[in-house]
């Protein structure tokens, strides 16, 4: 059975960090791009930062560049995001995903999306 799974959601203050994990179960990361979006209410999903099974190149939203990082552990069949200096702005459902295609295109475009997780919900207010 193909399942992502995030977890490491919460509520931070602002300026405080958080790293969100998407375990996946039922099938390898190895040959696919990673990618995280989130969702705010009221707004559209958006793809907040992606990586690529070849080479771990990578893209950013240019609203967390600087912030956040993508990384991926194909041994632990894990994909992680580490946000730092976070902003009331960043409060939104997180939901992991993959796709066959490349990074650039899979951030920019949701529709590329061939699984999703459930989402994991984060907080940022004071």
């Known amino acids: 059975q193909l399942q992502l799974v995030e977890s490491g959601g919460g509520l931070v203050q602002p300026g405080g960090s958080l790293r969100l994990s998407c375990a996946a179960s039922?099938?390898?990361?190895?040959?696919?791009?990673i990618g995280w979006f989130r969702q705010a209410p009221g707004k559209e999903r958006e793809g907040v930062s992606c990586?690529?099974?070849?080479?771990?190149?990578?893209n950013y939203a240019d609203s967390v560049k600087g912030r956040f990082t993508i990384s991926r552990d194909n041994a632990k069949n894990t994909v992680y995001l580490q946000m730092n200096s976070l902003k009331p702005e960043d409060t939104a459902v997180y939901y992991c995903?993959?796709?066959?295609?490349?990074?650039?295109?899979?951030?920019?475009?949701?529709?590329?999306?061939?699984?999703w997780g459930q989402g994991t919900q984060v907080t940022v207010s004071s």
């Open positions: 995903a993959v796709s066959v295609h490349t990074v650039q295109a899979m951030c920019v475009q949701p529709e590329y999306v061939f699984y």
């Open positions: 039922g099938f390898t990361l190895d040959y696919y791009a």
């Open positions: 990586i690529s099974s070849s080479d771990g190149s990578t």
